[in-house]
T-cell receptor, first 115, second 111 residues
Framework: NAGVTQTPKFRILKIGQSMTLQCTQDMNHNYMYWYRQDPGMGLKLIYYSVGAGITDKGEVPNGYNVSRSTTEDFPLRLELAAPSQTSVYFC??????????????FGPGTRLTVL | KQEVTQIPAALSVPEGENLVLNCSFTDSAIYNLQWFRQDPGKGLTSLLLIQSSQREQTSGRLNASLDKSSGRSTLYIAASQPGDSATYLCAVQGGSEKLVFGKGTKLTVNP
């Protein structure tokens, strides 16, 4: 299994541009998450999904959108990039089963800079 | 609002030393607590997950304890090695899907 994969690894955006961060997992996990990590800080939850067609907001959802059309993919969309969105973005997933005791598996991250 | 604090922010030790990393949280109503390792430029690797009903978990040279009533967890690393150098993150999960993370402890093990 490849686990959780994210593309791209790095990206520089200009203010006002848009982009989609891709996340794919091949472990048949129902639950998927997007986090952001600012320098020297812990991770904060942006959005999560408990299965295909179901998404919900996390702690810091403003400026982002998500969709979940398949079990494997959970893309994160930035519509109008702002410097405050400069961060490292992590995607994670966890297996189905008894809530909430399952550990989350993380992708390698996407480092995004907005100038 | 749940807040997670990790002390110290950075720690440097000689190889072979036993060490303890600390994590505290403000709301004791948690379902579980996880310890992660983060290497520079990499994602997070889950080390140990302690359910709220458990007191400790062990994996190899790592031992994590949980005292829910006092809002504390410790990660004990025995016989530290240079390969243990990384940032260690603690995260707690309450009644939602949200994990609340601390800022981490950056560990350096010197040969």
């Amino acid at each position: 299994n490849a686990g959780v994969t994210q593309t791209p690894k790095f990206r520089i955006l200009k203010i006002g541009q848009s982009m989609t961060l891709q996340c794919t997992q091949d472990m048949n996990h129902n639950y998927m998450y997007w986090y952001r990590q600012d320098p020297g800080m812990g991770l904060k939850l942006i959005y999560y999904s408990v299965g295909a067609g179901i998404t919900d907001k996390g702690e810091v959802p403003n400026g982002y959108n998500v969709s979940r059309s398949t079990t494997e993919d959970f893309p994160l969309r930035l519509e109008l990039a702002a410097p405050s969105q400069t961060s490292v973005y992590f995607c994670a997933s966890r297996p189905p089963g008894r809530y909430p005791y399952n550990e989350q598996f993380f992708g390698p991250g996407t480092r995004l800079t907005v100038l | 609002k749940q807040e997670v604090t990790q002390i110290p922010a950075a720690l440097s030790v000689p190889e072979g030393e036993n060490l303890v990393l600390n994590c505290s949280f403000t709301d004791s109503a948690i379902y579980n607590l996880q310890w992660f390792r983060q290497d520079p430029g990499k994602g997070l690797t889950s080390l140990l997950l302690i359910q709220s009903s458990q007191r400790e978990q062990t994996s190899g040279r790592l031992n994590a304890s949980l005292d829910k009533s006092s809002g504390r967890s410790t990660l004990y690393i025995a016989a530290s090695q240079p390969g243990d150098s990384a940032t260690y993150l603690c995260a707690v999960q309450g009644g939602s899907e949200k994990l609340v993370f601390g800022k981490g402890t950056k560990l350096t093990v010197n040969p």
